[in-house]
């Protein structure tokens, strides 16, 4: 497993089956940057045209290990065990929302931080579960501004997470 290339910025990734390559079309950079030159972004986007049939086209499923145990990541084994996936859980990322910076992705990160934290920390299960209470209850975040900007602020919290978090695997040695 340890040969597994994956983007790091993603919770859940699935792992295709050689046979899905032909409906494959990859772009350096994500599409959304419209890249002038390829090859040139440690980011590979990936489109797959056409449906992904669980049982036919995914070999696995990389999880963030902050899941494990909660109601998604129950969820998450039991599609594995329904469609004979292999689940892997990948490092993860965790820190303490006193170390979210004020200058990486807006000075508005440390308060978001310390209201979304789960005792203290900040991992992608706690982002995810912000989420979903966005979604759920758009008046209780209205302080922040509207749902696109909370939305968008919880994706900057992600890739604070990932630049400045420390992994959940060396944390446990």
Not at 16 to 38: I, V
Not at 77 to 86: D, G, L, R
Request: aromatic share 10%; with cysteine; net charge negative.
């Amino acid at each position: 497993m340890s040969d597994i290339k994956y983007c790091r910025i993603q919770r859940i990734s699935f792992l295709l089956k050689p046979n899905a390559l032909h409906r494959c079309t990859f772009t350096y950079g994500g599409s959304q940057d419209a890249p002038k030159e390829m090859g040139t972004y440690e980011e590979l986007e990936t489109q797959v045209h056409g449906d992904i049939v669980l049982d036919d086209d995914v070999e696995i499923l990389v999880a963030d290990p902050s899941f494990k145990g909660t109601e998604i990541g129950n969820y998450l084994e039991q599609i594995c065990i329904n469609y004979s996936i292999e689940l892997f859980w990948h490092m993860g990322f965790e820190m303490r929302a006193e170390e979210v910076p004020s200058d990486f992705r807006g000075p508005s990160m440390p308060s978001l931080a310390k209201r979304i934290a789960s005792n203290g920390n900040i991992d992608a299960s706690v982002i995810g579960s912000a989420v979903n209470d966005l979604k759920c209850n758009p008046g209780l975040w209205s302080d922040r501004g509207n749902y696109e900007e909370v939305l968008q602020e919880l994706k900057s919290m992600w890739h604070i997470l990932v630049r400045y978090g420390k992994s959940i695997a060396d944390q446990s040695n």
